[in-house]
């Protein structure tokens, strides 16, 4: 059983504005997003995707198509500074990756697949790959 109280609850609300100053929480207390929130879109041609990066530099950021099978994955990097007349309280800023991948339901035409980053916001157009789509089969 555990007993501990979790971060960001009601108690720490309460003792928040009483003494401030007496609970603060560790460095490096606030975890890396979950996942990546996508919004993913189809028309006759293309699927388009929109997935929420904000504050990954443009160059930490890495799609891969295989298939129908599109995977984002972000490294997002914190830069510590700090001096010898410094002391660090509390630091919200963290190191890690986060990954989301998932599968359209048509292949993908990766040559002519379009990626662009602007305000902390991904977009891709993943045109549906041509071909055939599937063949009747003729029952004899």
Known sequence: MNNLIPRGSLFDEFFKDMAPGYFIRPLHGDPLPQSIKVDVKENADAYILEAELPGVARDDIHVTIDGNVVTLRAEIRQMDAQTSDEKVL??????????????LPQEIDEQAAKAKYDNGVLRLMLPKKLGRTGQKLTIE
Do not use: A, P
Not at 97 to 103: A, E, H, I, L, W
């Open 90 to 103: 509390r630091s919200e800023r963290y190191y890690g990756s986060v990954t989301r991948s998932f599968q």
